[in-house]
């Protein structure tokens, strides 16, 4: 067995061990336990093989991005286990099939991060998103959380079915399932091939080929954007994350968007589809419309779940800005690995800034709307300021990571010359402003004379500090972490 493939087979592993275990005896603590150790070992291993060679299969790619992207999502997944057992203790559910389908939806993550076939990834993405049926369904006593689940299978299953049908329009023009496929066949140099009305009238069949492949280009891109919740796919996000227990919203935030967008980027820069003006287009018009919408939806909302997830639509659109940028002749830096770079900081960055903000969310248990934070920082000031930290770097502040994400972005954008999605990004982050900002206000409001400051567990300070740190310290001295993203970039 290839080296490169030790994480996966010990997250196999310790799915085997706890479902040995579940039959054997349910304890909570040993699910808890064994989960931990499984992941804890993964990431190890995942660690250990950034600086390891590359290496390419049929169905499976490692390069350092795959392994770097992979381990940054296991020491994610370690930190939100790490909160896990107290906050399923008080639920009064059965948890340990819960610690069963989080290794499910891990595995189907890391190996959607490395897939470079369609078999592979729609293997993946199916393991993922069945497992996340059942955690957003989890819970008995959430009363919508039955429902979330339901909606959430109708629109995986839906989502599933165009990209099938796109991988269906692709094979047929290509005969083959590998994401290069595109980039290598012949039908790829037609679709690449200039616009000329000519064209179509001596050569019909050509215009068949190219109108079949893009549609299928179409299809997956659509499926994808039901995954990353972008515009016009985006209307069953808030439902979802306000239905589903809060640590699978976390994960649905997290891992289900983070594994999506990866493979999205792959199959954007390995299918060349940068050479594709109609997918160029309507990649751009999700962009803009996914940042603007998002935010604007977010201006509406009175609960933190549901600002969450309207700006998670956002900050996708964003991201989508820099699929404009790669490979792009019109940069005007020298460093042609600048624009994966950003992408990769800005990725990670926000995904750390999600989890940070979910693991408070945990620590608030049902205190998740503006009403009820109103005065935090009165009752409780070390969550209100890391909280506070958390939003200021969703925002793009100065001294906070989500700052160097933003600026990376804002400089990847300005020298590839992409002038009017950068108009568009400046509206959309003043925007996002606006609500982040008074998220903070509220905490810092009076506090009702009636409320009492609450005492802290040691847990949740130390884990309270180590966001601040994490958040500022890399805001601050991104250099460290810059350098490991050049390292594997370049």
Known sequence: MNIHYLPASILLATILILLLSIAL???????FVITGAGLIAACLAQVSLIEAPAMSELLFIFTPINVFISAGLLAILVFLWSQLYHWLDKSGNTN?????????????????????????????????????VGLIAYSRNIPNSQEAGVKYLVLSASASALILMGVALIYLQTGSLTFDA?????????????????????????LNS?????????????????????????????DIFEGAPLPTTALLA?????????????????????????????????????????NLLALQQDRLLRILAFSSISHFGYLLIILLLLQTNASLLKDISFNLEAMIF???????TLTGTFSVLMQLENNTSITQITGLF????????????????????????????????????????????????VIASVIGLYFYLRIIMAMLAKADTSSVPSKLGMK???????????????????????EMLKAVTH
């Open 346 to 352: 800005y990725l990670l960055a926000y995904m750390i």
């Open 378 to 425: 009165w009752r409780q000031p070390l969550q209100a300021t890391s909280l506070s930290v958390l939003m200021l770097s969703l925002a793009g502040i100065p001294l906070t990571i989500g700052f160097m994400g933003k600026f990376y972005l804002v400089t990847a954008t300005i020298s590839g010359q992409l002038w009017w999605p950068m108009g568009f990004l």
């Open 254 to 294: 997290i891992v289900s968007k983070l594994a999506s967008f990866i493979v999205l980027w792959r199959m954007f820069s390995y299918g060349e589809w940068q050479t594709n003006s109609t997918i160029l287009d309507i990649i751009a018009l999700i962009a803009v419309t996914s940042m603007l919408i998002g």
């Open 96 to 132: 340990e099939e819960y610690y069963l389908l989080l290794l499910m939806a891990t595995l189907g993550a890391v190996s959607m991060i490395v897939s470079q076939h369609f078999a592979s990834f729609f293997l993946s993405l199916e393991l993922m998103s069945l497992s996340f």
């Open 460 to 482: 949740d300070r130390l884990t309270s500090w180590f966001i601040i740190v994490t958040v500022i310290g890399i805001g601050t001295f991104p250099s460290l972490f810059s």
């Open 182 to 206: 595109l980039s290598t066949n012949s039908l790829q140099q037609l679709t690449s091939f200039p616009l000329k009305q000519d064209i179509y009238e001596y050569d019909p069949t050509r």
């Open 210 to 238: 190219l109108n079949l492949t893009t549609t299928g280009m179409i299809f997956i891109l659509i499926g994808l954007c039901f995954k990353l919740s972008l515009v016009p796919c985006h209307l069953w996000v808030a």
């Open 25 to 31: 005896k349910r304890s909570h603590i040993h699910a």
